[in-house]
């Protein structure tokens, strides 16, 4: 191939081109001036200009796990960096793909605190799976290769690439775009042979095993697999709130979300078990509780792409480490070639037990008698309607959060995009903005609350621009209502900082941006609102639903109690 | 940075990486044992047979957790090429010591004695001063700071253990060029 001389920026450009990178997500400033200068003869990349890199970066995430593709998002040096440090937190701890480009100041400059320098690679390496300085223009084909690469492969997450303006604006020779990687340390082959037969034996042995399904089946794209593996054998299962979706909540053998706000029979199930078999998981304090007290019986098969989550929290009996997509196959064999030859084990009595919790213990909605809308309510409501229009729905995080993961059942992978590992507030409208880009198809339904809507509400300006039809429905009970919650039961009803004013009027907010603004205080008009915003498909609708302001999420573990402890406000 | 022969609770292990030699690489391992919790004892780094890559000896201190999570956490570090526990049966070990002691030129030919028995060397001397260099596993080495503590010690400066297996086992992986 011909050598052509490029600048740096150009060659970021067209690494972003070849990657085939088609949405971007973020803002331009003085010193990534010359990558927006580049971008402007880009005709295959689309950019998304934000009004906060945080949102790109959030964005870029909610565009991630609708696609399951790579996320791209950029920020200029200093603040325009730092702003960008919750997302890449946020993806690092939700295993998101993500590439987050920065430039810095010229690097004469750097170390001698120019404006809007900030030292961000020192900044972002705790919260990236790696990041580069890029020194030499001469390194960026390489370094965005190695970028994306990493981002994607094994447990996703985070890259960081920061670019000195100097670097940028230098000619390097464009020799094409590398075929492949070559980093020595990465994903070193393992050891040792996974040791299928002993976790099929112990599937075979086990009479009350319950299957536990997490984020890495989304990341590890292993939907098929996973289902597979399920149905075959034939235990109850639960998931994390990023495993919703990757097992349909719909089915007979799913037992729903577990942990802190997971449903009784859930966690009544897996502190019962006999054996855990935790794919894609990580066994989080929010789903298991106290440790020690943690599914006392259970041995425990721990399937991981990731070598270091096995054993960090809760010891594996069998670790199987490897990707899910061609691991779980292996042992979906094994287990049947053992069902085959020593016959399926018997979990009628098992199941009896299941089935009498989950009879016992339903997830109920206590909306007769009252008069104002529970938000529980509400989530139903708008899940029913959404039933048909292919629904994703995105989250911030607080109570409306955890109601949207109890009451709104997934039945497809990638149809639930919430904040789980970092627990960032804000991040519904930009989660929805990028899922609606990446899935256009899609109804892309928020289900937000009014603390969290506020910190993000700016790019309601982004998805006006871009006519996105996004729904997003406000929770609103004028608290920060999750703190409000632990304030009630866990200090004394000492709400301090909590009661938000009724401000912005979220109507009214709605029209001074140009999108459609609903609001119900009833029942009677819940129905209503919900069809409305169902039938906007010109731009994005707010949806101001006020419910009933003390309203709590339950059943509730208090942190650092058993998982079988909870308190359900009865 | 504390001394190795104090384990008021948990116990050392001796980690043997192999990294890139590349910027940073040295403040990505500092801040995974910052931010997951583990104690550096000592830490070395330099230069290998090859120009690409580093070595680096780390000493950790664990009370709870188990060692293979700090060698499964750095093997995660994208510039880590290799890394292993190298266990205390298997390995050569030497530190090297610098002890500044102030002392009274009558007291020199008792310390040069003292020296000669732990195989160190005067490096430096004048009137009422002289420095002691030894090299060695780390026990000859506190052995030796003990007894010269009644010299009266001025100052103490070590670089931390260095450690290789012994026999012909090497931490780079066969495939790398």
């Known amino acids: 191939m011909a050598k052509e001389r490029l600048t740096g920026a150009q060659a970021v450009v067209r690494a972003l081109e070849l990657e085939g990178v088609d949405w971007l997500f973020g803002m331009p400033g003085g010193t990534i001036l010359p990558i927006y200068d580049a971008l402007y003869a880009s005709k295959k990349l689309k950019h998304v200009l934000i009004r906060h890199e945080q949102v790109g970066g959030h964005a870029a995430e909610g565009y991630a796990h609708a696609t399951g593709k790579v996320g791209v998002c950029m920020g200029t040096s200093g603040p325009g960096s730092t702003n960008l440090v919750t997302p890449i937190a946020d993806a690092y701890m939700d295993s998101v793909p993500l590439v987050a480009i920065t430039a810095n100041v010229s690097r004469a400059l750097i170390g001698t605190d120019a404006f809007q320098e900030a030292d961000i690679t020192s900044i972002t390496m705790p919260v990236t799976k790696h990041n580069y300085l890029v020194t030499d223009a001469a390194d960026i084909p390489r370094v965005m290769k190695e970028a994306f690469y990493l981002a994607r492969t094994g447990r996703p997450g985070p890259v960081h690439v920061d670019i000195p303006k100097d670097v940028l604006q230098a000619q390097m020779d464009w020799e094409g775009y590398p075929d492949a990687v070559h980093i020595p340390g990465y994903m070193p082959p393992l050891r040792e042979e996974p040791r299928l037969a002993d976790a099929a034996a112990l599937i075979r042995s086990s009479l009350r095993p319950v299957l536990y399904l997490g984020g890495g089946i989304r990341t590890g794209d292993a939907f098929a697999e996973v289902f597979e593996f399920v149905e075959l054998v034939g235990a109850p299962a639960v998931t994390t709130v990023h495993g919703k979706g990757t097992f349909p909540e719909t089915h007979r053998q799913c037992l729903r979300m577990f942990g802190m706000h997971g449903s009784k029979f859930a966690n009544y199930t897996i502190q019962n078990a006999d054996l855990i078999v935790a794919l894609g998981a990580r066994f989080d304090d929010r789903v298991t509780g106290k440790l020690s007290t943690f599914a006392p019986e259970a041995k425990i098969v721990h399937l991981d792409v990731d070598p270091a989550e096995i054993s960090k929290l809760v010891t594996a009996t069998v670790p199987l480490v490897g990707d899910l997509k061609t691991l779980l196959p292996k042992l979906t064999a094994e287990v049947r070639r053992v069902f085959e030859a020593r016959g399926r084990p018997d979990l009628s009595a098992w199941w009896k037990r299941v089935d009498e919790w989950r009879e016992k213990n339903p997830l109920r909605i206590k909306q007769e008698g009252e008069v104002q809308i529970l938000p529980q309510t509400a989530v139903r409501r708008i899940w029913e309607k959404a039933q048909g229009r292919n629904p994703i729905v995105t989250t911030g995080v607080g109570e409306h959060q955890m109601w949207a993961a109890q009451f709104w059942e997934v039945s497809k992978p990638r149809e639930f995009i919430t904040s789980g590992g970092l627990g960032t507030m804000g991040v519904c409208l930009p989660f929805a903005i990028g899922a609606q880009l990446g899935r256009p198809d899609a109804t892309v339904i928020g289900i937000d609350g009014d603390g969290s809507f506020q910190m993000t509400l700016q790019d309601l300006a982004t998805a006006v621009d871009h006519k996105l039809p996004i729904k997003i429905f406000i929770l609103n009970n004028l608290f920060l209502g999750m703190v409000r919650q632990w304030q009630e039961l866990f200090y004394e009803e000492r709400f301090s900082e909590t009661p938000l004013s009724d401000c912005p009027d979220l109507v009214k907010l709605a029209d001074a941006y140009g999108c459609l603004g609903l609001r119900a205080r009833t029942l009677e008009e819940l129905d209503g609102v919900i069809d409305q915003a169902l039938a906007n498909d010109k731009g994005p609708t707010i949806v101001d639903i006020r419910v009933k302001r003390d309203e709590k999420v339950y059943p509730m573990v208090p942190a650092g109690a058993p998982l079988n402890d909870m308190i359900d406000g009865d | ?177």
Do not use: W
């Open chain 2, 1 to 177: 940075m504390e001394r190795t022969e104090t384990r008021p609770n948990g116990s050392t292990h001796t980690i043997s990486l192999l990294v890139e030699n590349k910027p940073g690489v040295l403040h990505r391992i500092a801040g995974l044992f910052t931010r997951r919790g583990y104690n550096i004892a000592s830490l070395t780094v330099g230069p290998t047979e090859r120009d690409e890559y580093s070595r680096m000896t780390i000493v950790v201190r664990l009370s709870s957790k188990p060692v293979e999570q700090v060698v499964r956490q750095l093997q995660k570090l994208v510039p880590v090429v290799e890394v292993r526990e190298l266990v205390p049966q298997d390995l050569v070990e030497r530190e090297l010591m610098l002890v500044k002691i102030r002392t009274p030129e009558r007291n020199h030919a008792e310390l040069r004695a003292l020296a000669e028995t732990y195989e160190a060397i005067i490096v430096d001397v004048s009137p009422d001063a002289l420095v002691v260099e030894a090299a060695g596993p780390a026990g000859k080495l506190d052995a030796l700071e003990e007894r010269l503590a009644a010299f009266g010690i001025q100052e103490v400066c070590r670089s931390g253990r260095i450690a290789l297996e012994r026999g012909f086992k090497t931490l780079a992986p066969p495939n790398l060029k």
